[in-house]
Each structure stands twice: as structure tokens, then as C-alpha cells.
């Protein structure tokens, strides 16, 4: 796992193209990197938010109790397993146009490893301050796009003017799902603050 997120931000198209000829099962991406990586956000918001509580600037910091934090952090890391799904049937749904039409399975592994540099980015929620976890949710995906239009010409085998097109739409769609999902975020966080 650790291989594959150091060659994923260090050189991508290489790695893309190593990741493909393992031709790894759905099972063991989930096993081995998607449900790993996801426990990163959750466990830094988790212990961020009981420790330090969220800081929006107004000065005053708004914790939550442990139980609360953690129903909160259960739904967060099923919401992104789903997430992660979802945009793999996406791909696999706006792939089915191309000749070389990637399986399901493919487009569901891409979808893992193109989502690490969001997981990764929710490092920061150990110190929850608004404006940084925003700052580095930005950065994950950008890092995440560049993943996506780095990643399918080499793993699904769309052709690089073509690959272009498809990358733009997923990423819209991707970043109509991460809102989606980012909005049940914040109702979930912030839903544990109306009980204190």
C-alpha cells in the first residue's frame, strides 16, 4: 500500500501502469488501500474534534464528546466507501462510449487510487481550524484531478485527446459528489455540537 500513495504522488504514470499489470482484485484494493486510506480523515477528525474542537475563527472552539465523535466518524468513513464506489461507477458508466470500454472492476480500482490524495489531505483535521482543513481538502483535489487526467490514458486505455473530455466530466461529476458529500459532513460534525 505505502508503495503505491508514495509512487501515486512522486510519479504517477509509472505507478498507474504498475497498479494496472498487478491487476488487483476489488477485495484487495478495498482491503489493502481504500478502507486504510479512508481511516485517515476519519481518525484525525475524530481526534481532532474531541481534543481540540473545530476552530472557525470566532474564538470559540466547539468539541465533541467521544460518543457523539464517534457515531459521527463511523458515518463519515461509510459515507466515504461510498463515495469512493460511486465514482467508480460513474467512470465505468461515462467509459461506455469508448472502444476500449475499461471493466467495471478497473474503473472501480482507478477510483481507489485516484481518491488518495483526498485521504491524505484529511491529516490536517487533527488540528481542525476551517480555513486549513478547506486549504488542504483544495489541495487533495487538485492533486486528485491531476490524478484522473494522469490515470486514464495509462490505466483505462482512453486515448489522451479523448482521455481529456472524459477526465473534465468525471471531475465535474466527482466535484458534485464531493460537495454532496462534504455538505452531509458538515451536518454529521457539526450535528454532535447541538447537543453540548
Same mark, same amino acid.
Given at each position: 500500500?505505502?508503495?503505491?500513495?508514495?509512487?501515486?504522488?512522486?510519479?504517477?504514470?509509472?505507478?498507474?501502469?504498475?497498479?494496472?499489470?498487478?491487476?488487483?482484485?476489488?477485495?484487495?484494493?478495498?482491503?489493502?488501500?481504500?478502507?486504510?486510506?479512508?481511516?485517515?480523515?476519519?481518525?484525525?477528525?475524530?481526534?481532532?474534534?474531541?481534543?481540540?474542537?473545530?476552530?472557525?475563527?470566532?474564538?470559540?472552539?466547539?468539541?465533541?464528546?467521544?460518543?457523539?465523535?464517534?457515531?459521527?466518524?463511523?458515518?463519515?468513513?461509510?459515507?466515504?466507501?461510498?463515495?469512493?464506489?460511486?465514482?467508480?461507477?460513474?467512470?465505468?458508466?461515462?467509459?461506455?462510449?469508448?472502444?476500449?470500454?475499461?471493466?467495471?472492476?478497473?474503473?472501480?480500482?482507478?477510483?481507489?487510487?485516484?481518491?488518495?490524495?483526498? @485521504?491524505? +489531505?484529511?491529516?490536517? %483535521?487533527?488540528?481542525?481550524? !476551517?480555513?486549513?482543513? #478547506? =486549504?488542504?481538502?483544495?489541495?487533495? /483535489?487538485?492533486?486528485?484531478?491531476?490524478?484522473?487526467?494522469?490515470?486514464?490514458?495509462?490505466?483505462?486505455?482512453?486515448?489522451?485527446?479523448?482521455?481529456?473530455? @472524459?477526465? +473534465?466530466?468525471?471531475? %465535474?461529476?466527482?466535484?458534485? !459528489?464531493?460537495?454532496? #458529500? =462534504?455538505?452531509?459532513?458538515?451536518? /454529521?460534525?457539526?450535528?454532535?455540537?447541538?447537543?453540548?
Amino acid at each position: 500500500m505505502v508503495n503505491h500513495v508514495w509512487g501515486l504522488l512522486a510519479h504517477p504514470r509509472t505507478e498507474f501502469k504498475n497498479i494496472k499489470s498487478e491487476n488487483e482484485t476489488l477485495s484487495h484494493l478495498y482491503t489493502h488501500h481504500v478502507l486504510l486510506m479512508a481511516l485517515i480523515p476519519v481518525i484525525c477528525t475524530y481526534i481532532g474534534t474531541t481534543r481540540w474542537g473545530w476552530l472557525s475563527g470566532g474564538g470559540q472552539a466547539i468539541r465533541l464528546d467521544m460518543i457523539t465523535a464517534l457515531y459521527t466518524a463511523v458515518a463519515f468513513y461509510l459515507l466515504m466507501l461510498a463515495g469512493v464506489a460511486i465514482m467508480g461507477k460513474v467512470i465505468h458508466w461515462m467509459a461506455r462510449r469508448y472502444e476500449t470500454r475499461p471493466s467495471l472492476h478497473h474503473c472501480m480500482v482507478f477510483a481507489g487510487y485516484v481518491a488518495t490524495p483526498m @485521504f491524505l +489531505s484529511g491529516v490536517v %483535521a487533527l488540528y481542525p481550524v !476551517l480555513w486549513l482543513c #478547506l =486549504l488542504a481538502g483544495i489541495i487533495g /483535489l487538485c492533486y486528485s484531478a491531476y490524478l484522473l487526467y494522469v490515470g486514464i490514458p495509462h490505466f483505462l486505455n482512453i486515448d489522451r485527446k479523448e482521455g481529456f473530455i @472524459f477526465s +473534465s466530466s468525471t471531475l %465535474a461529476i466527482g466535484i458534485l !459528489l464531493l460537495e454532496f #458529500l =462534504l455538505g452531509l459532513t458538515v451536518v /454529521l460534525w457539526g450535528y454532535g455540537s447541538w447537543f453540548i
